[in-house]
């Protein structure tokens, strides 16, 4: 599966950086961001029909994960929301382990749901929630 894949590697320095750590390794545990761990979400492009592979905060709850679409609270959304939106079967590796999900946008009384679980996962994620006029993109990763 993973071989047929074409690659992109992330535009910013320091997810480059931190996802070049976690492939050599072949394993997310070794990279944290605020003392907090991450998981890998392999997403296809929109438009290039490229693979991304894009380091995100771990947010999991009963073997269930989620995606945070929050840039640092940036006023745009991530391009790769744009992608997920477009490609939702995506692959996400936590530690070593990888999985196949289909990712939905949840919203309403499952966005409320989830969202203290994200912040706890990663209390940041509030301050992004404050600075931006957006609603922070929260997408449920259901196993496939
Ligand atoms: N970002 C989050 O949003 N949430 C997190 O919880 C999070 C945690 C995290 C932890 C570690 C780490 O290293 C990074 C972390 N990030 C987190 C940052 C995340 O990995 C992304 O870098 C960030 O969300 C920005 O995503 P982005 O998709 O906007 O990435 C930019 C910088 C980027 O590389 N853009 C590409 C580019 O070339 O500019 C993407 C272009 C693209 O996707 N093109 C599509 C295609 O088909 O190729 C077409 C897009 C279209 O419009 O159709």
Aim: include cysteine; hydrophobic fraction near 40%; charged fraction near 25%.
């Amino acid at each position: 599966m993973n071989h047929e894949r074409q690659y992109r590697p992330p535009a910013t320095a320091w997810v480059r950086d931190q996802l070049e750590t976690i492939e050599a390794t072949g394993d997310t545990t070794g990279v944290l961001v605020q003392g907090r761990p991450v998981v890998v979400v392999e997403i296809l492009g929109a438009k290039s029909g490229l693979w991304r592979k894009v380091p995100l905060m771990r947010v999991e709850h009963d073997g269930v994960y989620v995606a945070v679409a929050s840039k640092g609270g940036a006023p745009e959304h991530p391009a790769w929301f744009h992608n997920i939106t477009a490609n939702p079967e995506v692959t996400v590796q936590d530690g070593t382990e990888t999985h196949e999900a289909h990712a939905r946008l949840i919203t309403g009384a499952e966005r409320a749901q989830w969202w203290p679980r994200c912040v706890e996962a990663y209390p940041p994620y509030a301050d992004y929630q404050a600075k931006t006029e957006r609603e922070i993109p929260v997408f449920l990763l259901e196993r496939r």
